[in-house]
């Protein structure tokens, strides 16, 4: 027999920065769910389990105030302190990001390249913020371009550069 009313009355409940408003519904396997307002004012949905086991304690204002997402690959990192990340990244951003994931990101199919032969980022360029301030915005038709393929990322071994120089400094040419 289905239970048309939920077994524990969390109305008036503060969970975190959620108070539960009201019961809103069952899902298939019976779990419940309760409409919330949180306390920056956003109305939303959130399973009984991860009220009372305190996994979600907000709407994901708590997230993004701190500056923080989730990537796929696990961690958290900083995302919209800078402004880059909102929405679609910037090339400037999106330049970064990829320049961290082939230095150090197993996975990645050119890490072997990078990381795999001892190409890492200085660390004042793990945060995003300190890379823009050194290198600037990407400009148009150019990329991040090492001066010595031999030498990690760093402030001095490091221009944006368009494809024709790129191409005349590979390992290959250099050689």
Request: charged letters at 25%.
């Amino acid at each position: 027999m289905a239970n048309s009313y939920p077994t524990r009355d969390l109305t008036g409940q503060q969970f975190g920065r959620l108070k539960v408003i009201e019961f809103a519904f069952y899902r298939n396997d019976w779990s419940q769910y309760w409409k919330c307002r949180c306390d920056c004012g956003k109305i939303t949905i959130a399973p009984k389990n991860n009220l009372v086991s305190n996994k979600q304690k907000s709407c994901g204002c708590w997230r993004r105030e701190r500056g923080l997402h989730l990537t796929r690959t696990g961690f958290f990192h900083p995302r919209i302190s800078h402004g880059h990340c909102i929405g679609n990244p910037t090339r400037t951003y999106g330049t970064w990001r990829a320049m961290m994931n082939r230095c150090y990101v197993k996975k990645q199919k050119s890490y072997k390249h990078y990381g795999g032969r001892g190409i890492n980022v200085c660390e004042r360029w793990h945060r995003f913020e300190n890379f823009l301030a050194d290198m600037g915005e990407r400009p148009p038709g150019k990329t991040i371009e090492r001066r010595n393929n031999d030498h990690s990322y760093t402030p001095e071994n490091c221009v944006w550069a368009d494809p024709k120089t790129q191409t005349a400094n590979r390992r290959i040419n250099n050689r």
